[in-house]
């Protein structure tokens, strides 16, 4: 079962988690990403592309689960504007075996990172406003499940 | 007969071209993303702006990921990006 959410509202992770466990299996993982703030940062603002989104999003869980033994895979991405300490994203995955669900989670995490169609724009705290640019160690990331 | 393809821009492409999209008729020359995008740098001093650096620039054909190379055909929808910066 996959199941993949673009939305503007927060969830709770802790209900979906649970949600996911109730297949069965009893083997579950999950990541939980926030909006990191550094001092200076005031809110993070995600853009999307709608049309794409949710394509590439399920094609990575496709792949996972052709990857892993699971029983499910839980997306969930936020857009629109985020206050600092505010849930961006939620990855969950189950299967039988530990070693499966938490792979199958960080691999989805790396591949979301460079081939989910979003882009983060911070807000800082005197005002300016600058898109996030790429970072090498997210492509390293993703690489590496390649090799 | 010339094909329409609606344009998406996203991130600061959009901000920078001001408009989050064009609808073009392909020209018949433009055989792949790469002929397009230097068919609109030619045409337009915004596009040669934006454009300038395609290293900086990813592409999507109808939703899917593709590089310069990937022959337009009849696909609908372009998008031109930054990279991705999402999770």
Sequence with gaps: MISITVQENDFESGAEINRLAAIGGGAISSFVGQVRGDGKLRALELEHYPAMTEKALRKIAVKASEQWALHGITIIHRVGRLQVGEQIVLVCTCSDHRQAAIEACSYIMDQLKTVAPFWKKEILQDGTENWVEERQSDLDAAQYWKS | ?87
């Design chain 2, 1 to 87: 007969m010339p094909h329409q393809l609606s344009i998406m821009y996203f991130s600061w492409v959009k901000e920078r071209i001001g408009r989050d999209q064009d609808v073009i008729d392909c020209p018949e020359n433009a055989e792949t993303v790469g002929q397009l995008l230097e068919y609109l740098r030619i045409k337009d001093a915004v596009y040669q702006d934006v454009f300038a650096d395609l290293n900086k620039l990813r592409f999507a054909l109808d939703q899917d990921f593709v590089g310069l190379e990937a022959p337009l055909r009849s696909a609908k929808e372009l998008a031109i990006f930054p990279p991705v910066t999402g999770g």
